[in-house]
């Protein structure tokens, strides 16, 4: 089944700042993208390039070989529909928008699961599941 991964996870996998959270965020991505469950959007794809060279410094060849190397899993496409059906799930459950597109996306994509440190553990949105992979 379809597990989402947040930018916040990816982001750990290469924060040598943060060595306990990065073990984590390694397993759990090597764990799922071999499973083949693996699946983020354009907008953590985004926000990950973003993020890798803003805030890590990375350089901007590395941070796009990362970015890309995500690619090979599936990615949900940031459409209007996915941008209306946020607004309203952003409304709905008082969620900033970019946690909502996160969360619709997760749910387009069919997701069991939504790994995130951003949204609160163990909240649901219907079948989808947020897990924090950092608690506890």
């Known amino acids: 089944m379809p597990a989402f991964i947040d930018t916040n996870v990816l982001v750990y996998c290469t924060d040598a700042a943060a060595p306990a959270k990065q073990r984590r965020a390694r397993a759990l991505v090597e764990r799922l993208s071999a499973a083949g469950e693996a699946v983020v959007s354009t907008q953590v794809l985004i926000e990950l390039f973003h993020v890798l060279t803003r805030k890590q410094k990375l350089p901007g060849a590395a941070a796009q070989a990362l970015v890309l190397a ?21 409304l709905q459950h008082r969620l900033s928008i970019w946690d909502a597109m996160v969360v619709q996306a997760a749910l387009q994509a069919q ?3 939504l790994y995130s440190e951003d949204l609160g553990h163990g909240q649901r949105f219907g079948a989808l599941a947020v897990v924090n992979p950092f608690a506890g």
Not at 71 to 82: E, K
């Open 111 to 113: 997701a069991h699961t």
């Open 70 to 90: 995500c690619t090979a899993w599936p990615v949900v496409d940031s459409d209007t529909a996915l941008v209306a059906a946020a607004i309203e799930r952003s």
